[in-house]
């Protein structure tokens, strides 16, 4: 038997084709019990699905990548910086900065008080598509425009960077300047 035409052009390829292989390859071999699995629901695990035609997730642009985000919190600026930089180099693609204080922060939290994101972020790029996202509580606005000075310290096009300062004025415990009662009311 000559190759199948999918194995050189794969517009050809039909499920037939693919399962005639199978069978081939499995030498009379029972094609659920080889190549079928279930998960301890319960459910079955097959060796190949159909192309979906699912609409994409909604929030997230069609064909754009997870973002593998890495919680930093660490205390000591300095080994925080090299689990930054660890965890980029180990897949992480986007950093989520925690400061003490933060609905998120667990007790723990970067030490963001001082002026001390340059030496947080040495050696991360952040124009090479590193997300970065503050969870930052009652400090977020002071935190966001920090962090955008070290964007325009670092001499990166704001453009080329993927930034969430994730700003929440409830956080804050104060009403935003100008909420006055609604602020009280919607707590």
Same mark, same amino acid.
């Given at each position: 038997?000559?190759?199948?035409?999918?194995?050189?052009?794969?517009?050809?390829?039909?499920?037939?084709?693919?399962?005639?292989?199978?069978?081939?390859?499995?030498?009379?071999?029972?094609?659920?019990?080889?190549?079928?699995?279930?998960?301890?629901?319960?459910?079955?695990?097959?060796?190949?699905?159909?192309?979906?035609?699912?609409?994409?997730?909604?929030?997230?642009?069609?064909?754009?990548? $997870?973002? &593998?985000?890495?919680? =930093? *919190?660490?205390?000591? %600026?300095? #080994?925080?910086? /090299?689990?930054? !930089?660890?965890?980029?180099?180990?897949?992480?693609?986007?950093?989520?900065?925690?400061?003490?204080?933060?609905?998120?922060?667990?007790?723990?939290?970067?030490?963001?008080?001082?002026?001390?994101?340059?030496?947080?972020?040495?050696?991360?790029?952040?124009? $090479?598509? &590193?997300?970065?996202? =503050? *969870?930052?509580?009652? %400090?977020? #606005?002071?935190? /966001?425009?920090? !962090?955008?000075?070290?964007?325009?310290?670092?001499?990166?096009?704001?453009?080329?960077?993927?930034?969430?300062?994730?700003?929440?004025?409830?956080?804050?415990?104060?009403?935003?300047?100008?909420?006055?009662?609604?602020?009280?009311?919607?707590?």
């Amino acid at each position: 038997m000559t190759d199948p035409d999918f194995l050189h052009d794969a517009s050809t390829a039909t499920e037939a084709a693919w399962r005639a292989l199978v069978d081939k390859a499995l030498k009379g071999g029972d094609f659920e019990r080889v190549l079928t699995s279930r998960t301890a629901e319960g459910i079955r695990i097959q060796p190949l699905y159909p192309k979906s035609d699912a609409a994409p997730v909604a929030g997230r642009p069609a064909a754009t990548p $997870w973002v &593998v985000m890495q919680r =930093l *919190d660490h205390p000591d %600026i300095h #080994a925080a910086n /090299a689990q930054a !930089l660890d965890d980029l180099e180990g897949g992480a693609s986007g950093l989520a900065l925690v400061a003490p204080g933060a609905v998120g922060d667990y007790g723990f939290g970067l030490p963001v008080a001082d002026d001390r994101l340059a030496d947080l972020l040495k050696g991360v790029h952040l124009d $090479w598509g &590193v997300a970065v996202t =503050l *969870d930052a509580g009652p %400090i977020g #606005a002071d935190l /966001a425009l920090r !962090l955008a000075g070290e964007v325009r310290r670092q001499a990166v096009d704001p453009a080329r960077t993927a930034i969430d300062f994730a700003i929440d004025p409830f956080a804050a415990g104060a009403p935003p300047a100008g909420w006055g009662d609604d602020f009280t009311q919607a707590v």
